[in-house]
């Protein structure tokens, strides 16, 4: 088992940043990638970032390229989250998950809430 644990949500005016952390209780032979995910109430789960855990390569949805930041401490297994310019779009709850090499996201955390009121 791998437990996940998110941090740094919280209330941000448009325009503010956050910077979100998840801390992984160990990391797996399997574990290729991290990723972010948010859910806004009433909308489907959507995929926000990704980034893989040796080669550090990164990938962004359309709608936060150029404004959020994914970085790794693998010495921490701890993956983070940068947000700056935040819009009110943005408000949702943000998960955190492990992806295996199989490319299956086989962990999650709770979710940290992030709200960026206008």
């Known amino acids: 088992q791998v437990q996940l644990v998110e941090s740094g949500g919280g209330l941000v005016q448009a325009g503010g940043s956050l910077r979100l952390s998840c801390a992984a209780s160990r990391r797996t032979f399997s574990n290729y990638a991290m990723a972010w995910f948010r859910q806004a109430p009433g909308k489907e789960r959507e995929f926000v970032a990704r980034i893989l855990w040796s080669a550090g390569n990164t990938y962004y949805a359309d709608s936060v390229k150029g404004r959020f930041t994914i970085s790794r401490d693998n010495s921490k297994n701890t993956v983070f989250l940068q947000m700056k310019s935040l819009k009110p779009e943005d408000t949702a709850l943000y998960y955190c998950?492990?992806?295996?090499?199989?490319?299956?996201?086989?962990?999650w955390g709770q979710g940290t809430q992030v709200t960026v009121s206008s």
């Open positions: 998950a492990t992806q295996t090499t199989t490319l299956k996201y086989d962990y």
